[in-house]
Each structure stands twice: as C-alpha cells, then as structure tokens.
Antibody, heavy 120, light 108 residues
Framework: QVQLVESGGGVVQPGRSLRLSCAAS????????MLWVRQAPGKGLEWLAV????????YYADSVKGRFTISRDNSKNTLSLQMNSLTTEDTAVYYC?????????????WGQGTLVTVSS | EIVLTQSPGTLSLSPGERVTLSCRAS???????LAWYQQKPGQAPRLLIY???SRATGIPDRFSGSGSGTDFTLTISRLEPEDFAVYYC??????????FGQGTKLEI
C-alpha cells in the first residue's frame, strides 16, 4: 500500500532554514509527480510546490518562490523541501502528496504531515 | 491565478440529510480539473472526487460531484456521522498554482 512519511519538522527561529523529507513506498516513486501542501494552525490548505516524476519540472506558489526548493531522489524514493529564510507565517503542518496520474494530476495519497513551528 | 471560493463557510446539519457544497472559480477550470477532499481533525486530507465528477477509489456512492466551467458542487446524498468534516475543492491540471478553496465545515 502507498505510504508517505514526512520528517524533519520542528521548532526553528525566524530567518533560519529547515529541510523536510518524505519517504515514499508502495508505488513506483520515479513515475509520479510529487507535491507539498501546508496547513497553518486552524487554517485551510495551501498548495506550495510540485515536482515532475523526473525532477525536471518544478513549480512554486508565490508565497514560497525563491525561498523554498522542492527536490527528489528517485534512487532513494525520497522527496525533499528545503525551506530558507523562514518566518512565523511559515508555521504549519507540511504534507507531502503523490499525484494520482500523469503530470498535473490531483494528489491521491497524502502523508500524515510534519509540524514546523517558526518562533523565536 | 485562479481563485476558488467555497460556500457556505459552515453548515449545521443532521445525519440523514442531503447537502450540497459549492465551489466557484474566478476563471474557467480547464477540462473540469476540479477535485474535492475531505479532512477530519488531526488527519490528512482524503481525495473524494477528481475530474469534477469521478469518485476516487473506495469512496461511497453517497458522494457525488458535478459542474463545469466555473461552478462546481459536491453533494452528499445522505449524511452519515463520519461525514462531518471540512471539505476543500482544488483546481489542478495545468498552469500551477493548484489552488484550494478555503473550505466548508460540516457540523452536527
């Protein structure tokens, strides 16, 4: 069965960096696009970034463009999100998700999320 | 960027009732690339509907989606106790960002 397990969350000071990882199993990772979505406490879902199956195409939300970088290692079935210049507005649960089909498909499986708290 | 507006924000209903949730897009959603998700407290979202009207694997047939262009709806024909949750719509398909609506909360 498909499993997505996020890690790397925690408490970080404003201005610092953090790297999230997502370990994937139960499907052929190298053939699906992957994405990150976050949810601030008590708020709705915010789409952040998507990466194509081969890593060649990446797109970002304006709110994180230039600060966050999505990447993948198909040899290790791992998705990553490098987050720089963090602010308190980045405090959220971060979910990784798998696209359901071809490029641009909606996500059909989600991890349970990892909490990032940006606080001094 | 396409903005999705969901209405109403909160609905108070009882088990057994029928409910229709609305999702309106600021521009035409190409190829009806519109999805619906359910999220319960402390859980990840679960895909219910994709392509505006196709049920995802394992989703009960009391859930149905419809619409095209800029107006989409999610209907739950007969509410079960486990259906009380927050529901989000999302556009996808081409030209990111793949924005979400702000959500509709169904409460008892």
């Amino acid at each position: 069965q498909v499993q997505l397990v996020e890690s790397g969350g925690g408490v970080v000071q404003p201005g610092r960096s953090l790297r999230l990882s997502c370990a994937a199993s139960g499907f052929t990772f190298s053939t699906y696009g992957m994405l990150w979505v976050r949810q601030a406490p008590g708020k709705g879902l915010e789409w952040l970034a998507v990466i194509s199956y081969d890593g060649n195409n990446k797109y970002y939300a304006d709110s994180v463009k230039g600060r966050f970088t999505i990447s993948r290692d198909n040899s290790k079935n791992t998705l990553s999100l490098q987050m720089n210049s963090l602010t308190t507005e980045d405090t959220a649960v971060y979910y990784c998700a798998k696209e359901g089909g071809g490029s641009g498909s909606c996500p059909d499986y989600w991890g349970q999320g990892t909490l990032v708290t940006v606080s001094s | 960027e396409i903005v999705l507006t969901q209405s109403p924000g909160t609905l108070s209903l009882s088990p057994g009732e029928r409910v229709t949730l609305s999702c309106r897009a600021s521009q035409t959603v190409s190829s009806n690339y519109l999805a619906w998700y359910q999220q319960k407290p402390g859980q990840a979202p679960r895909l219910l509907i994709y392509g505006a009207a196709s049920r995802a694997t394992g989703i009960p047939d009391r859930f149905s989606g419809s619409g095209s262009g800029t107006d989409f709806t999610l209907t739950i024909s007969r509410l079960e106790p486990e259906d009380f949750a927050v529901y989000y719509c999302q556009r996808y398909g081409s030209s990111p960002p793949y924005t979400f609506g702000q959500g509709t909360k169904l409460e008892i």
